[in-house]
């Protein structure tokens, strides 16, 4: 359909509009990064000057950083394996059987995303403390489990809602067990669903700052906590390096995403059936 | 390769009764087709045979083995779907193969069967294509090649060429035909089209609503329907069904119009008085030159013409040579040979003659 010209300058208007408001916290952090001291307080902001490359070479020569993200690395990786070998069984068994009660289960799994992290936390710490969990790794992947499981156990139980049934009852009469069906069938016709919410778990759980906070001490230190303590003071904030420490911080998801977006399209399980 | 028999097999869902005490016995070797209107049961019936729905009263039995207490896996048998159901990320070659690696067998074995099943079905050449790659009706024919390269106790078909155009579907129509013949697997067949029934059965099974309304070859099914149902719904055009009621001149009254008397309808039945209703194929009516009934409307197909003619309280579908030239507006005489004539029962719905 062909757009009048008042339309598509209206559509593009509305485009850099959103794309600058999305955008101008992080072409703001990306100032605020490339600039020294002095500049970075200058008020009103300076958008001349001698750019410097110092903030990144001091948080990237910080260990404490390396060893945040190191510490993201595990938890995220951890809690998104444990919550894909719990969810995806899980997801499996609500979109296929007929089990009684299997909605309220499954509704039952998305409430627990309502509650606020507060009032998770406090009893998980009294429970952390007695298992001696507090400030290690399985602790926070376990915490981190409980952030990405609803995600995992609803995205997939969708995306396997919409496989088609009969390519699983070919697999039965082909004399395939029902755990074979899942591993050789279902999964494979289910990656781009698995890209896509291990992807989304996974950028949650990296960014997660409220269990990591409260559940980690000196032993374990994920990115987002490492900010909040390293670079903001009681009496000031090094916006430079935070900013610096910031940027550095997404690297790694937009590269997660860039290397799994061709696995993001859908389309793997056309062809299967009409 | 099998006998199938059903004993009393029932599927209620909650309390709904799918299915009560079915029993049917599909011999070795027979192609047996269950046709039936949509909902009546039949990919029920399919489907408990394959194992994929549990039977809630009865048993089922492969020859001597009772199955319906085996899971799907042990029960040997190969199913086409309506839909292919291909393994959407393996090969055609990997998707026929992948039962019988299942099954134990080796590697040299796997691939000598799965060639000599694909150059029976003509798609060598797309061995090594995924499902997305394939048309309708190349998908049919590698979902055709997994149930056959394992030799499996029977073929379930649950309407395997509904989603093929026509043209498509009377050619994998006569090539399943073949394959069973030149095979000689017992074979349980699904569909809603009669034409797929007629061509393909040993034996029809007639469905409704979960019951057996009759069993037997086509063409028996044509020249005797058991019940209204049956002859309603058997026949390219519909048969015409008239209330008649038999006169002491041991005709048959419907309105203003005298038929012939049905043929085989038994002493009681033919008594004065007697209601009837009738059935008359439109290719069994017969024109007379003179005649008073107006021609209401006419379909000319070229190789036949229908048309409707009035009767006081109806309307009769004829099927009449082309060369005849029938007009709107036209007055014929119509009769009936009573030897293809059907008469049913008014209450129970059942043939009488």
Same mark, same amino acid.
């Given at each position: ?47 001349? =000057? ?14 404490? =950083? ?41 509704? =039952? ?166 | ?353």
């Amino acid at each position: 359909m062909r757009h009048s010209l008042l339309a598509r300058t209206l559509a593009l208007l509305w485009l850099i509009i959103g794309t600058v408001i999305t955008l101008a916290p992080i072409l703001w952090m990306l100032l605020q990064a490339l600039k020294r001291p002095i500049d970075q307080i200058a008020f009103p902001p300076r958008f001349v =000057f001698t750019p410097t490359l110092d903030n990144f070479t001091a948080v990237l020569s910080a260990p404490g =950083f390396r060893a945040a993200m190191q510490d993201s690395l595990i938890v995220g990786v951890g809690s998104v394996g444990l919550g894909l070998l719990l969810g995806v069984p899980f997801a499996y068994v609500l979109s296929r059987s007929s089990m009684r009660g299997r909605f309220e289960l499954a509704e =039952f799994i998305l409430s627990t995303k309502m509650l606020p992290a507060i009032v998770v936390v406090v009893p998980l710490l009294q429970v952390y403390q007695n298992l001696n969990l507090l400030d290690s790794y399985t602790g926070l992947i376990l915490g981190h489990l409980l952030v990405v499981l609803a995600l995992i156990v609803w995205v997939m139980r969708s995306f396997i809602d919409a496989l088609p049934v009969e390519v699983e009852e070919a697999a039965y009469v082909d004399g395939a067990s029902r755990l074979r069906v899942l591993t050789h069938i279902v999964l494979p016709s289910a990656v781009p669903g698995l890209v896509t919410v291990s992807a989304l778990a996974f950028i949650l759980s990296w960014n997660e700052l409220f269990f990591a906070l409260t559940l980690t001490g000196t032993n374990i230190r994920t990115l987002p906590t490492y900010m909040a303590t390293e670079y903001v003071g009681f009496l000031a904030v090094d916006w430079g390096r935070l900013s610096a420490a910031g940027l550095l911080a997404t690297v790694p998801v937009v590269l997660l995403v860039l290397v799994l977006q061709r696995y993001l399209v859908r389309g793997l399980s056309m062809g299967a059936v009409k | 390769m099998a006998r199938i028999e059903l004993r009393n097999v029932a599927k209620t869902y909650g309390a709904v009764d799918v299915i009560e005490g079915l029993d049917l016995h599909v011999e070795d070797g027979e192609f047996l087709v269950l046709l039936g209107p949509s909902g009546c049961g039949k990919s029920t019936i399919l489907r408990m045979v394959a194992g994929l729905e549990d039977v809630s009263g009865g048993s089922i039995h492969f020859d001597d083995t009772r199955v319906d207490t085996l899971p799907t896996q042990k029960r040997n048998v190969a199913m086409v779907f309506q839909n292919y159901a291909l393994y959407p990320h393996m090969t055609v070659a990997r998707n026929m193969g992948w039962g019988l690696g299942l099954a134990g067998a080796s590697n040299s074995e796997i691939s000598s069967r799965t060639k000599l099943a694909a150059e029976k079905l003509g798609i060598y050449e797309l061995m090594d294509r995924k499902p997305a790659a394939l048309s309708g009706g190349q998908r049919q024919r590698v979902a055709m090649g997994r149930s056959i390269v394992r030799d499996p106790a029977a073929f379930l078909f649950d309407e395997p060429l509904s989603n093929l155009d026509a043209k498509l579907r009377g050619q994998m129509r006569r090539e399943i035909k073949q394959l069973q013949q030149e095979l000689g697997t017992t074979a349980l067949y699904v569909t809603h089209d009669q034409v797929e029934a007629m061509t393909l059965a040993t034996r029809v099974v007639v469905l409704n609503r979960g019951k057996i309304e009759q069993i037997s070859p086509p063409l028996d099914l044509y020249a005797r329907p058991a019940s209204l149902f049956v002859a309603d719904f058997i026949g390219t055009n519909p048969m015409n069904f008239l209330e008649a009621v038999v006169t002491e001149t041991n005709t048959l009254r419907t309105g203003n119009a005298t038929w012939a008397m049905p043929d085989g309808l038994s002493e009681a039945d033919r008594r004065p008085g007697t209601a009837l209703t009738l059935g008359v194929r439109p290719e069994h009516i017969l024109l007379d030159d003179e005649g008073m009934l107006p021609i209401t409307f006419v379909e000319k197909l070229g190789s036949d013409t229908v048309f409707r003619a009035a009767l006081e309280d109806d309307e009769l579908m004829v099927r009449c040579d082309p060369g005849l030239g029938v007009r709107t507006g036209d007055r014929v005489g119509l009769r009936a040979d009573p030897a293809k004539m059907h008469a049913f029962s008014p209450e129970t719905g059942l043939r009488l003659n």
